[in-house]
């Protein structure tokens, strides 16, 4: 089973950047996708970003324009560059990838935007 591990979390400014990483313990190119998700305190956990093995590229409304998602399989470690921070941005962010009919998940790291 893989093993994914996230980094890069932090405490910033709202307007400040930040860049996750999550490592993977495998190959990322043997999943058909990879995907950055993210929960707030009291609400459900919610899609961010995804990558497909192909390289197509999905994004949450609330993101579009100031994360952007990438890969890099020789690595097996895929990115989500976040600009433009909001508190509301605020949250433990998760890597996941997915096959047909499993999602495997990481540890999660936390992410906190000050006003």
């Known amino acids: 089973q893989v093993q994914l591990v996230e980094s890069g979390g932090g405490l910033v400014q709202a307007g400040e950047s930040l860049r996750l990483s999550c490592a993977a313990s495998?190959?990322?190119?043997?999943?058909?996708?990879m995907g950055w998700y993210r929960q707030a305190p009291g609400k459900e956990r919610e899609l961010v970003a995804t990558?497909?093995?192909?390289?197509?590229?999905n994004y949450a409304d609330s993101v579009k324009g100031r994360f952007t998602i990438s890969r890099d399989n020789a690595k097996n470690t895929v990115y989500l560059q976040m600009n433009s921070l909001k508190p509301e941005d605020t949250a433990i962010y998760y890597c996941?990838?997915?096959?047909?009919?499993?999602?495997?998940w990481g540890q999660g790291t936390q992410v906190t935007v000050s006003s």
């Open positions: 996941a990838a997915h096959l047909v009919g499993s999602t495997y």
């Open positions: 495998e190959s990322i190119f043997s999943f058909d996708a």
């Open positions: 990558i497909s093995s192909a390289g197509t590229t």
